[in-house]
């Protein structure tokens, strides 16, 4: 008989207690609960159900179009350059900050104080004064812009919407003072800042005292100054109110013509005469521009556009004291790069051209003493390989891609990585262009730094002009489009205005050999570009060196540069291309075929300091000129009442 085994016939702990199954009623419970759950997650993760106007808007394809989202000004991409704004600009290489070797670290974006004028477009006015008076806003509003400020045109609209407005319309005035009164209202609706005439243009140096005071952009004290009488004024938001509210409640209302009159002296601060600020009201026209005077008397859209002209050049005159030394068309190593200095140096000819003016030997009114521009006395311009670093010196750099400058040098289109191993130097723009200031000892990453400097920091990037010699992928460069330049330098180039919005490679009446020996000697001799007598000819040491620089070869470097942008041109998606063939093994490297585009990537990895230096300065100008078409677009809302038919004359189209 066997024994009884306590141990195997002792009952389990799930066979003694046994698990309780949940009640039907407790199972819909759970089942309802997950229920609820599930869907406020599904709400709280889906977007909103759109309104039946929004959806019609998505259906109906002859809707309105939608506006896109703002742009994030901590970092964006434009004509295909990208980058992002940070404190950390000064690192040598980007890709160290953003992660992203492809995008650009740059400065952030300095504020644009705001400096406002007022333009009645209401008011019943011959369409031809009309015609010239916008041109005359056109020319203040992008003088200031050249200057770092933010120049908005005021209507009736921002007074009528100011509180103090129904004050002002019970009290009985002069017309000139009901006009002034209008200004005023619509400065102080805006806020604080800076009230212009559309007369006061900037006259002087970028880093001129006052005009850098301003761009700071904090006005404690409402401040008037000497020589500019009611058409200059800054101050903050409180002190203008208190000012218009004391004129409107004084009892000399009736009798005065200006505000000045009208304000206690307490109220202003005087600031003495500025000598950066022009003023071309009717006693200046009357003592210094008798002409000028004359002609507004006869006519007045005559006089006007007479006074446009005259503005214009008196601009450019300023430019011309302001860079006494000359123009510098920065050139490293030009006997074999002629042809991507060919438009800086175009454009360097139209900026030493005088002006046209209705009195060529006339001076601003706040500079009498300034030199006058002269056919037979011209801005020297110099082609040196090193950049120099003085005040009085303005820089046009071209900076090509080092696949460009090593197709340039290597005197070839077909690029191979052992080539450029073996026989091209790391860096070679940036160590001739840096050589003068930096010498020969320092590396790239030195070099950028105080490249970067240069081109983008508050103290010197007024004083250089910084292209790219690439075309983009529309097959234009927008940094020589005509409309920027003048943007960028705030007056017109005269020597330009054709109906081409681009400056082309042939707009020089000069023969290809006498760009091309002029580029090759180190001062490039100061000729109109409507000249066609040949600059006088290099020593015989120099033709002797440069005989490989004919017709021929120029055209030549004009071949491998288009093939290069070509080469450069990314898709249409902004893909960069694959390998081509694939290696059959290890030791068979003759079946390997590189696609350009790979040896673009190598060049790029060779040359990191240059690499990195052309982004920044085709980041640099793509990101100013997409801050001017945004404010374009901005102020286009409030001018002309959205039809563009006023914005559309202070636009230069």
């Known amino acids: 008989m066997p024994r009884y085994n306590s141990k195997a016939n002792k009952p389990g702990h799930y066979s003694a207690y046994p698990k309780e199954r949940p009640s039907p009623k407790r199972i819909w419970r759970y089942v309802a609960a997950a229920g609820c759950l599930l869907l406020i997650l599904l709400f709280a993760t889906s977007s909103p159900v759109p309104t039946a106007k929004e959806a019609a808007q998505h259906i109906n394809p002859f809707g309105p179009t939608a506006h896109q989202p703002p742009i994030d000004r901590n970092g964006t991409h434009e004509e295909e350059a990208k980058w992002s704004n940070h404190w950390k600009w000064l690192n040598p290489f980007s890709g160290s900050i953003t992660d992203d070797e492809s995008r650009s670290v740059l400065p952030p974006p300095r504020e644009r104080p705001p400096i406002y004028t007022f333009y009645d477009s209401d008011a019943e006015k011959n369409e031809q004064v009309k015609a010239a008076e916008n041109r005359l806003l056109l020319i203040w509003r992008r003088a200031w812009w050249a200057q770092g400020f933010r120049p908005v045109v005021l209507g009736k609209a921002e007074a009528m919407n100011n509180p103090l407005y129904e004050r002002f319309q019970v009290r009985k005035m002069e017309q000139i003072l009901g006009a002034e009164f209008m200004r005023w209202l619509a400065w102080s609706q805006m806020g604080k800042g800076?009230?212009?005439?559309?007369?006061?243009?900037?006259?002087?140096?970028?880093?001129?005292?006052?005009?850098?005071?301003?761009?700071?952009?904090?006005?404690?004290?409402?401040?008037r100054y000497e020589g500019l009488k009611a058409g200059f004024f800054s101050g903050d938001k409180a002190s203008v109110e208190a000012a218009l509210t004391e004129a409107l409640d004084s009892p000399d209302l009736k009798e005065s013509k200006s505000i000045l009159e009208l304000v206690p002296s307490k109220l202003f601060a005087v600031?003495?005469?500025?000598?950066?600020?022009?003023?071309?009201?009717?006693?200046?026209?009357?003592?210094?521009?008798?002409?000028?005077?004359?002609?507004?008397?006869?006519?007045?859209?005559?006089?006007?556009?007479?006074?446009?002209?005259?503005?214009?050049?008196?601009?450019?005159?300023?430019?011309?004291?302001?860079?006494?030394?000359?123009?510098?068309?920065?050139?490293?190593?030009?006997?074999?790069?002629?042809?991507?200095?060919y438009p800086a140096v175009t454009l360097a000819n139209a900026l030493i051209a005088c002006p046209p003016s209705p009195m060529p030997d006339s001076c601003p009114p706040n500079n009498p003493k300034c030199t006058p521009c002269s056919p037979s006395k011209q801005l020297p311009l110099k082609a040196p390989e090193s950049y120099t670093n003085t005040s009085t010196l303005f820089t046009i750099g071209t900076l090509p891609h080092p696949y460009t400058l090593a197709s340039l040098l290597g005197k070839t289109k077909t690029l191979s990585i052992p080539h450029i191993r073996r026989n091209t130097a790391r860096d070679p723009w940036l160590q001739s262009a840096t050589l003068k200031t930096l010498g020969p000892l320092l590396g790239g990453p030195d070099r950028i730094v105080?490249?970067?400097?240069?081109?983008?920091?508050?103290?010197?990037?007024?004083?250089?002009?910084?292209l790219i010699a690439e075309e983009d992928s529309t097959g234009e460069n927008p940094a020589l489009d005509k409309q920027e330049l003048e943007w960028h330098f705030g007056f017109s180039l005269p020597a330009y205005n054709t109906s081409s919005t681009v400056l082309p490679l042939s707009s020089l009446n000069l023969k290809t050999s006498t760009i091309t020996a002029a580029l090759t000697s180190p001062n490039l001799l100061a000729s109109s570009s409507s000249s066609s007598s040949p600059p006088s000819s290099p020593s015989s040491e120099q033709q002797h060196q440069n005989d490989s620089l004919n017709d021929k070869e120029f055209a030549l470097q004009r071949d491998r540069l288009a093939h290069a942008q070509s080469v450069l041109a990314l898709n249409s998606n902004g893909k960069r291309g694959k390998w081509k063939g694939r290696k059959r093994n290890r030791h068979d490297r003759d079946d390997l075929v590189i696609s350009e585009d790979r040896i673009r990537d190598a060049v790029e990895a060779w040359h990191l300091a240059d690499t990195e230096a052309w982004r920044f300065v085709r980041a640099w100008g793509a990101r100013g000129r997409l801050e001017r078409k945004k404010w374009e677009e901005e102020e286009r809302r409030f001018a002309g009442g959205g039809t563009g038919e006023v914005w559309g004359r202070w636009l230069d189209r």
């Open 194 to 223: 800076i009230l212009s005439n559309w007369l006061v243009l900037p006259m002087g140096a970028y880093d001129d005292h006052l005009l850098s005071f301003l761009r700071r952009g904090e006005y404690p004290k409402l401040t």
């Open 450 to 466: 105080s490249f970067k400097e240069t081109v983008a920091s508050e103290v010197s990037s007024f004083r250089g002009l910084w």
């Open 271 to 341: 600031d003495h005469k500025p000598s950066s600020i022009a003023y071309y009201d009717s006693s200046a026209l009357a003592d210094q521009y008798k002409p000028i005077s004359i002609s507004l008397a006869d006519s007045k859209a005559t006089g006007l556009l007479s006074l446009a002209e005259l503005i214009t050049s008196h601009l450019h005159l300023t430019f011309l004291n302001t860079f006494a030394t000359g123009i510098s068309v920065l050139t490293p190593h030009r006997s074999h790069s002629a042809t991507i200095h």
